[in-house]
């Protein structure tokens, strides 16, 4: 090209003292009346638009496939993933979880101030386990045997209310025992 640029360069005057012959200029225009440049460009711009075709096809289809891959996977996930509540296994259970939790939290707060709380939070850490097991049992367990697991979990809940319902008596009683002493100390 260096070459080129230089004759250009060198002659450039020549270009531009000359002007093109008539019949160039008649040619041109024929042509373009003709719509024969339309013609000429019109097979190349199918050869790039088909170029183009040919990477676009696989390339749509790649991202539908990776999009339906995406989603089948993503579906599969959330149905295999391991529940954390009864109620995310059967939500007709939802109502009776939330009351046994609510109540096992009360008791827990109730608790708060003693020193034996870490005691009682061991117990129902233990039992917590349990039902996390109970509650994996229930999500591979046959349809038949399902009522009885979730007997179970329920039956763990009412034990976690009764451990801190006993504690909480238990409280009480020493409570009310510690009172009884002090006015008997005093009234002496």
């Keep these: 090209m260096d070459n080129l640029e230089q004759f250009i360069k060198k ?6 003292l000359k002007p093109p012959p008539e019949h160039l200029w008649s040619a041109i225009s024929q042509q373009l009346d003709a719509g024969s440049p339309k013609e000429t460009t019109a097979p190349a711009l199918k050869v790039r638009t ?9 390339a749509a289809a790649a991202v539908i496939l990776l999009t339906a891959g995406f989603a089948i996977g993503t579906f599969l996930a959330r149905r295999n993933a391991p529940a954390h509540t009864l109620a995310a296994v059967y939500p007709e259970y939802a ?4 009351y046994y939790q609510r109540q096992i939290s009360n008791g827990i707060s109730r608790l708060a101030g003693l020193q034996e ?3 009682v939070q061991q117990d129902l850490q233990k039992l917590d386990t349990l039902y996390q097991q109970l509650l994996s049992d229930l999500q591979t367990a046959p349809p038949q045997a399902a009522s009885r697991i979730v007997e179970a979990m329920i039956n763990n809940y009412k034990t976690r209310i009764e451990i801190l319902e006993q504690v909480q008596r238990s ?6 025992l510690h009172q009884k002493s002090n006015n008997n100390e005093i009234s002496l």
């Excluded at 002659?11 to 531009?16: G, I, L, M, Q, Y």
């Excluded at 109502?95 to 939330?98: C, G, L, M, N, S």
């Excluded at 409280?171 to 009310?176: N, R």
């Design 171 to 176: 409280v009480d009683a020493f409570k009310s």
């Design 95 to 98: 109502e009776v979880e939330k």
């Design 50 to 58: 088909a170029a183009w075709r040919q990477y676009l096809r696989p």
């Design 11 to 16: 002659n450039r005057e020549a270009f531009d």
């Design 117 to 119: 709380r870490a005691l």
